[in-house]
T-cell receptor, first 119, second 113 residues
Framework: GAVVSQHPSWVICKSGTSVKIECRSL??????MFWYRQFPKQSLMLMATSNEGSKATYEQGVEKDKFLINHASLTLSTLTVTSAHPEDSSFYIC???????????????FGAGTRLSVL | DQQVKQNSPSLSVQEGRISILNCDYT??????FLWYKKYPAEGPTFLISISSIKDKNEDGRFTVFLNKSAKHLSLHIVPSQPGDSAVYFCAASAADYGQNFVFGPGTRLSVLP
């Protein structure tokens, strides 16, 4: 159990276009999903916390109008990078925290990540 | 200001020996700690966790030790295997933060055959 699927795994886009990344918990329901960004050789930086049916909470310095987060159900959250620019190129990773059941609620399960390259 | 520090960016260990990865934190409100393992171009995989009410937690080859007074935790891998070669992230959370995790910068472990 505890599989989190993230799609796409790699995307290349032109500057100015928008890119949507999906994060799905496949075998559990998630109260909360998290979006991280990782620069080369650096740690995971939390961008925003997403709760189903409510607005995401963004970390300081993260532009909410640029990184749109939608958490439509207990198994799906999406991150849309709007009007992407080369400086948005990075590795984006989502995670999900289980609602209940046999999985520990205080552990985040991560997707495989999405590498975004903006030309 | 880094709240979670992993001062060794890399570590090399011979196969079969013990690997010790260290993590220090500054926020005394942290009460739950986790170790994640990450391969290149993949998401982190949960390894082991420890609550602040304990000082040791063991799971197979992996043991995490917590020293609250020193605000220090360590991950021991015994015996180390080549497949353990990865980046290891230490993470901490506090109830006041709603269980959001703060990650350290990671330590790259290389287990040499």
């Amino acid at each position: 159990g505890a599989v989190v699927s993230q799609h796409p795994s790699w995307v290349i886009c032109k500057s100015g276009t928008s890119v949507k990344i999906e994060c799905r918990s496949l075998d559990f329901q998630a109260t909360t999903m998290f979006w991280y960004r990782q620069f080369p050789k650096q740690s995971l930086m939390l961008m925003a916390t997403s709760n189903e049916g409510s607005k995401a909470t963004y970390e300081q310095g993260v532009e909410k109008d640029k990184f749109l987060i939608n958490h439509a159900s207990l198994t799906l959250s999406t991150l849309t990078v709007t009007s992407a620019h080369p400086e948005d190129s990075s590795f984006y990773i989502c995670s999900a925290r289980p609602l209940a059941g046999g999985l520990a609620k205080n552990i985040q399960y991560f997707g495989a990540g999405t590498r975004l390259s903006v030309l | 200001d880094q709240q979670v520090k992993q001062n060794s960016p890399s570590l090399s260990v011979q196969e079969g020996r013990i690997s010790i990865l260290n993590c220090d934190y500054t926020n005394s409100m942290f009460d739950y700690f986790l170790w994640y393992k990450k391969y290149p171009a993949e998401g982190p995989t949960f390894l082991i966790s420890i609550s602040s009410i304990k000082d040791k937690n063991e799971d197979g080859r992996f043991t995490v030790f917590l020293n609250k007074s020193a605000k220090h935790l360590s991950l021991h891998i015994v015996p180390s295997q080549p497949g353990d070669s990865a980046v290891y992230f230490c993470a901490a959370s506090a109830a006041d933060y709603g269980q959001n995790f703060v990650f350290g910068p990671g330590t790259r472990l290389s287990v040499l055959p």
